[in-house]
């Protein structure tokens, strides 16, 4: 079966999608309170081998809470005329 580049392109696009939920989903069960079994399971070998070409920030989020436009927010509000 031949697939178009478009087809390609989908499938990529829906395996990347549902491979950044499931680690998105999986982190959010890790970190949460309470203890006991976990309720989601884990990523597949397909699954973390997207995850893995995927940058850390756009599965994981950014680290520290950090972000550049709260230095943009600071700046403005710095140098704003009242």
Known sequence: MRRSTAEIKKKWAVMKSAAKSKAASVNRERVRTGGGQSMEGELSAAQQRVVGLMNSVVVHGISAGYDSADELL????RNSVI
């Open 74 to 77: 600071q700046s403005v509000s």
